[in-house]
């Protein structure tokens, strides 16, 4: 798909200056993108395009983000909006391993 250049994964350098049209944009582990990186990717989506974005408020590792991340002023600013969808899970229910599962009762 890359060859074909029907997919492209983009670092968040390479976003400035770009108009995302005529594509689905997925913005992984959103919790670790800082507000601004997150607008600035928001106000690049354009014409024909879809933006979906993933990410866990209690799965926050960039030290930047532990006051307000990313992920919470798309929640906050677009959940009202008729073309907003989310997509709870559930956060007693860890998906990986049971090692991965009792990290997450770490407190830190």
Not at 30 to 52: G, V
Not at 66 to 72: D, N, R, S, V
Request: aromatic fraction near 6%.
């Amino acid at each position: 798909m890359i060859r074909n250049e029907n997919l492209e994964i983009l670092p968040l350098e390479f976003v400035r200056g770009r108009s995302l049209s005529n594509c689905i944009v997925f913005i992984n582990e959103a919790q670790n993108i800082t507000p601004p990186q997150m607008k600035m990717i928001l106000e690049r989506i354009s014409h024909n395009s879809i933006c979906l974005v993933d990410g866990s408020i209690q799965q926050i590792d960039n030290p930047q983000c532990k006051e307000y991340c990313g992920l919470e002023p798309v929640i906050n600013h677009y959940s009202e909006m008729e073309f907003y969808g989310q997509a709870d899970m559930d956060s007693q229910c860890n998906r990986r391993s049971m090692i991965s599962k009792i990290a997450s009762e770490i407190n830190l």
